[in-house]
């Protein structure tokens, strides 16, 4: 019996393990779980200033940022955290267009 979130899309992360749900209209799901053995921290600022915001943690590979500002250019910093800790930080660069759109996809570095 169906107790109505069955039907929904999940993601989810306990901070260890990540967990993904995909049902689609015929009544099919594709479930997958996974061990995360290294995740990234992302830190991001205006560029030229000294403050980053608060971090946060996070499994994937990639992140998108919303809320910008128009034409400004932004500094991202990630570092890989694994049980080992922080590693040593990678910065990205990116500029927001005038209307406040951004392709700021941010592909995290290999590690």
Not at 69 to 83: L, N
Request: glycine share 10%; proline share 8%; with cysteine.
């Amino acid at each position: 019996m169906s107790n109505g979130n069955d039907d929904l899309p999940m993601v989810a992360w306990d901070g260890r393990r990540m967990r993904v749900r995909l049902p689609d209209p015929r009544g099919n799901v594709i479930e997958a779980n996974w061990q995360v053995n290294q995740t990234n921290v992302v830190r991001i600022r205006k560029a030229g200033t000294t403050d980053w915001s608060a971090g946060f943690e996070t499994p994937l590979s990639h992140c998108q940022f919303h809320g910008l500002e128009p034409d400004t250019e932004y500094e991202v910093e990630i570092r890989a955290k694994s049980g080992s800790g922080l590693g040593a930080p990678a910065q990205a660069k990116f500029h927001t267009k005038p209307d406040g759109a951004a392709d700021n996809v941010i592909p995290f570095p290999r590690r």
